[in-house]
């Protein structure tokens, strides 16, 4: 487990101990109504296999002993690049030194685990019921998915990736949120926080290609208008960046980066505008103006250090604004 997974779940517990703060009822381990926490990304954000492959070894030495050297050959491969790596910035490099065969091994080797479980699952769930079952094979889809990303991630990086090459993370994100909602009970909710970028509803677009089709885009096909988005934008004039470096366990550093003033059309620009730039707010943008053909008046919104020039209405159902943006400390990078 990493430093910053650590730091996570140990926040998490303090959440889940006091009640979740604000979200949680007095005394969430009593409650009918618990506050509950759940991942739904590939490991180390598609640097990583060995978390979503030990628990299935583990599983296996109990169902189908056989079958562990599938994951012991996916390991040993994977181990040999992944080492001292923190996420998919950094995996994809380094899975691009490996030897074509050693690629080609890992994600057969994969492919073959996952085939084994579907066709077995009648197996399997007579040792260890249906729950368990679930749980390995959803961690063994996240070590496929998380294979794929290591490709497409260096091909980004290397000018040569895919369209949309990188919505298979997305998917596989979209996803895990509709597993979880399948096993939950009646009525239950789901509060998702991640990046403006993954909740985002429509296709992702930089430098002119299509990047992505996000998480939040897939989620709007499958739960239509009971999926609802809140973006988070800030108002100052500066924000931690993140600057590729390979030398770095993450595949980047952070530092400082200058913002020029929110431009006309902007969330941010509109902000300041009103005269709100140095408050906290909570923008329904589900009615925001239009001009005489039609399109949102607001077409842009900060992402990082950069614009990301989009329909925003169409894209989020409301923005929360902040008047500054602080570096956590505690990160190491």
């Not at 952070?254 to 969330?267: K, N, Q, T, Y």
Request: aromatic share 6%; charged share 25%.
């Amino acid at each position: 487990m990493s430093v910053s997974s650590r730091r996570f779940w140990e926040r998490c517990r303090w959440a889940r101990s006091t009640g979740g703060v604000i979200l949680g009822p007095p005394d969430n381990r009593t409650s009918a109504h618990p506050l509950r926490f759940a991942g739904i990304d590939v490991p180390e954000a598609g640097g990583a296999l060995r978390p979503a492959l030990e628990p299935v070894a583990d599983y296996l030495r109990e169902v189908d002993p056989g079958a562990l050297r599938l994951v012991d050959t996916a390991l040993e491969v994977s181990d040999r690049f992944l080492r001292g790596r923190g996420s998919g910035a950094a995996a994809g490099p380094a899975w691009a030194a490996l030897p074509e065969a050693e690629q080609n091994e890992l994600t057969a080797t994969l492919a073959r685990l996952l085939l084994r479980l579907r066709a077995a699952e009648p197996l399997y769930v007579s040792h260890s019921g249906q729950s368990r079952f679930d749980i390995a094979r959803r961690r063994v889809e996240a070590a496929c998915h998380t294979d794929y990303m290591f490709q497409a991630m260096h091909a980004l990086l290397s000018g040569r990736g895919l369209t949309a090459d990188l919505s298979v993370r997305e998917v596989y994100m979209a996803e895990s949120v509709r597993w979880h909602l399948e096993r939950a009970e009646p009525g239950a909710r789901i509060v998702l926080a991640a990046h403006n970028s993954h909740i985002h509803k429509t296709e992702m677009q930089f430098a002119g290609g299509l990047t992505a089709l996000p998480m939040g885009q897939h989620l709007q096909r499958m739960l239509g208008p009971d999926y609802r988005t809140v973006a988070l934008v800030h108002t100052a004039d500066h924000v931690p960046e993140m600057y590729p470096d390979q030398s770095a366990a993450v595949g980047f550093t952070l530092a400082e980066a200058r913002l020029e003033p929110g431009e006309p059309g902007s969330v941010e620009g509109a902000l300041t505008d009103a005269g709100l730039a140095d408050r906290i707010t909570l923008t329904d943008l589900r009615h925001s103006p239009r001009d005489a053909q039609g399109r949102p008046l607001l077409h842009s919104i900060r992402s990082q250090s950069s614009s990301l020039s989009t329909p925003v209405p169409e894209v989020f159902d409301a923005v929360i604004a902040v008047p500054t943006v602080t570096r956590d400390r505690t990160v190491r990078f």
